[in-house]
């Protein structure tokens, strides 16, 4: 065998040598444990190396305890799974060493303390009072015999825009404007309005003018200063009397912009049918608010995860009664799961689904997850997901996960969900250890 011969021989030999290594169970095992892990106090969590070594392991044992043993080293099998309990809210680092000496994987233990949350499901009506006049279009007034002018278009106002006070003075009530613009005419004074485009503030005047067709003073404008929907109850926490819902922000249907919230409520609602989905046109929901007109919470925030507030007690119809541990997005997995919602009436339903894709996160986005509907009894009933759905609460062993968020147009089988910690943090409740505490070890 000459040279060359033996060099591709031994080079195919490595090859092949290196890709046993790299598919090898332990080192798939080793590159997929994580270099941090968050978990909820009391709430226990398994690693498996799969390596057939021993090693001697070291952590803050007022944070934590590996494999039951309080002390702060241990010994460790790699072979057999690591169970790592946590004990109360904190931060370490759980360090393994070969041999005792040789640095084998460190990872960052965050503890936060326990929290559970009821799921819900109901299917809720949403009345939301804007913090401010919003502006919805442009109206020409008819100011002539051949003459139309708006005078809003020629302040600068833009669809879209939030007028949240006139002359200095807060307003968020279309009632009040028709006066207020009847005395600035008269007068010849122009209006003074405060406006919030986005996160930009700024001050324009618009003066007025005679509309000869109504006989009344206008601004040119299409204003609405509210709006109302139904959705779905994703959770309530009872320990922090807070709730969160729908899973996506709500948006004026005019201009599709945020409504910035001044004030709102959640009731009680009532689905009385359905109108299924098919590819290209998503279904909806049918549902009214009941008569009864029972509240059960406020509106305070409306985000891109949805709206969020105080409740007081548990609605009716749900499901669970208890809460249950949430997950955090790192625990989430491809596969089988389940939402909460209702079809008819107000009685909630349990559905199956399977989660297709899970996204990596650092930082909150609504596209967390792709869902498909599985369940064959809400695909006959549904055709899968419908208009009023998104909020709908997901479930997967046991812990809530995320909340539905969108349908695909073209395949309503399908659809987004997002992760529940960032309505849990959207709703003030923060993922973090209460006191942080770092000790070497």
């Known amino acids: 065998m000459n040279r060359n011969s033996r060099r591709r021989s031994f080079g195919i030999l490595l090859v092949i040598i290196l890709c046993l290594i790299v598919t090898s169970a332990p080192l798939r095992h080793y590159a997929a444990f994580p270099n941090e892990l968050r978990m909820f106090q009391g709430q226990a969590r398994h690693l498996h190396f799969a390596m057939p070594v021993h090693a001697q392991g070291s952590v803050d044992p007022e944070v934590a305890a590996v494999n039951g043993d309080s002390r702060s080293t241990f010994p460790v099998d790699l072979n057999r799974p ?48 804007a913090a ?41 009530d279309v009632k009040k404007v028709a006066k207020l613009a009847e005395e600035a005419g008269k007068s010849g004074h122009p209006l003074q309005l405060d406006v919030r485009r986005g996160k930009l503030m700024f001050r324009t005047s618009l003066t007025p003018v005679f509309d000869q ?4 003073w ?42 910035s919230v001044g004030s709102g409520e959640i009731l009680q609602s009532n689905v009385l049918s ?10 909806e929901k049918r ?14 925030r409306n ?101 539905v968020t969108h349908v695909f147009v073209n395949d309503p089988t399908s659809g987004y969900g997002c992760f529940i910690e960032w309505m849990l943090q959207d709703a003030g409740i923060m993922l973090q250890p209460e006191q942080a505490t770092s000790k070497a070890v």
Not at 118 to 125: A, D, F, L, M
């Open 287 to 300: 549902a009214i608010f009941n008569k009864e007109g029972k509240t059960l919470g406020n509106v305070e």
């Open 82 to 129: 690591l169970s790592i309990k946590p004990l109360q809210s904190g931060k370490t680092e759980l360090k393994l060493k070969l041999f005792g000496r040789i640095p084998f994987k460190t990872v960052k233990l965050q503890v936060v303390p326990d929290l559970r949350v009821v799921p819900g499901g109901q299917t809720i009506g949403v009345k939301v009072k």
């Open 303 to 403: 985000t891109a995860f949805g709206i969020f507030g105080k409740m007081g007690r548990l609605p009716d119809h749900g499901l669970h009664v208890d809460p249950v541990p949430v997950a955090f997005a790192e625990e989430i997995q491809e596969g089988p799961a389940e939402i909460l919602t209702v079809v008819n009436g107000q009685k909630v339903e349990r559905f199956q689904i399977q989660i297709v894709h899970v996204s990596k996160q650092s930082t909150p986005a609504t596209k967390g997850m792709v869902i498909r509907i599985t369940d064959p009894e809400l695909l006959e009933r549904t055709g899968g997901i419908v208009q009023g759905m998104s909020g709908s609460p997901i479930l997967q062993n046991g812990k809530l996960i995320g909340a």
């Open 274 to 283: 359905i109108s299924k989905s098919q590819s290209g046109e998503p279904g």
């Open 218 to 259: 206008r601004l040119g404008l299409y204003i609405r200063d509210s709006a109302a929907g139904v959705g779905t109850l994703t959770f309530y926490a009872p320990d922090q009397g807070v709730y969160g819902a729908l899973g996506h922000v709500i948006t004026d249907m005019d201009t599709q912009t945020p409504i």
């Open 132 to 172: 401010g006049i919003m502006v919805v279009g442009h109206h020409l007034v008819q100011t002539g015999s051949n003459v139309r002018e708006s005078p809003g278009e020629k302040a600068k106002l833009k669809l879209g825009d939030l007028i949240v006070a006139i002359n200095g003075k807060p307003l968020n």
């Open 213 to 216: 067709e109504d006989q009344a």
